[in-house]
């Protein structure tokens, strides 16, 4: 089992420019979620997917699109970057969205916006 | 929504015991209050989940009072990888976004 993976680990991009952020789980788990990291600070949630075809917005979702292709992979599209979306990615998954179920998270993406 | 508040950061020495508490006021009758573990470089890892009284697993408890306001993680005979960010995590994402606050950052010294 890889549990979660994300791709890539680390990406350099120029304001303006548009990148998917993939993550993928295999542990069959329903719910999948995206955070970010700012220096210091703690995680932010910017969109969630209670399960396979629903989305929804989460604390942050300015700036961001999200695809739940199927039930193992959610991803997260920066359409214009922007220097402020500089952070680390962190995706996560979980078996159900109820009850504070435990989150596995994967290793995140370092993103860089110039 | 429930916001918690912890220490921004605390000392310890390899051996003691320590505790770190969370404060949640905010807390609904559904939130479950979880604590997570994250090293420089990777994502948290679940350390423990409780809802009322006191959970105990292999690495660490968690004691919460009646009113459910506060909670305490408390690790027993810290080594220096326990060196880490600990946060608390209280909701029931129904009814919450979820919510990471800024942790509190735990050193270890031999």
């Known amino acids: 089992n890889a549990g979660v993976t994300q791709t890539p680990k680390f990406q350099v991009l120029k304001t303006g420019q548009s990148m998917t952020l993939q993550c993928a789980q295999d542990?069959?788990?329903?719910?999948m979620y995206w955070y970010r990291q700012d220096p210091g600070m703690g995680l932010r949630l910017i969109y969630y997917?209670?399960?396979?075809?629903?989305?929804d917005k989460g604390e942050v979702p300015n700036g961001y699109n999200v695809s739940r292709l199927n039930k193992r992979e959610f991803s997260l599209r920066l359409e214009s970057a922007a220097p402020s979306q500089t952070s680390v990615y962190f995706c996560a998954s979980s078996e159900a969205l109820e009850r504070g179920e435990t989150q596995y998270f994967g290793p995140g993406t370092r993103l860089l916006v110039l | 929504l429930a916001k918690t508040t912890q220490p921004i950061s605390m000392d310890s020495y390899e051996g003691q015991e320590v505790n770190i508490t969370c404060s949640h006021n905010n807390i609904a009758t559904n939130d479950y209050i979880t604590w997570y573990q994250q090293f420089p470089s990777q994502g948290p890892r679940f350390i423990i989940q409780g809802y009322k009284t006191k959970v105990t697993n292999e690495v660490a408890s968690l004691f919460i009072p009646a009113d459910r306001k506060s909670s305490t993680l408390s690790l027993p005979r810290v080594s220096l990888s326990d060196t880490a960010v600990y946060y608390c995590l209280v909701g029931h994402i129904n009814t919450d976004k979820l919510i990471f606050g800024t942790g509190t950052r735990l050193q270890v010294f031999p």
């Open positions: 997917s209670a399960s396979e075809g629903t989305t």
């Open positions: 542990m069959n788990h329903n719910s």
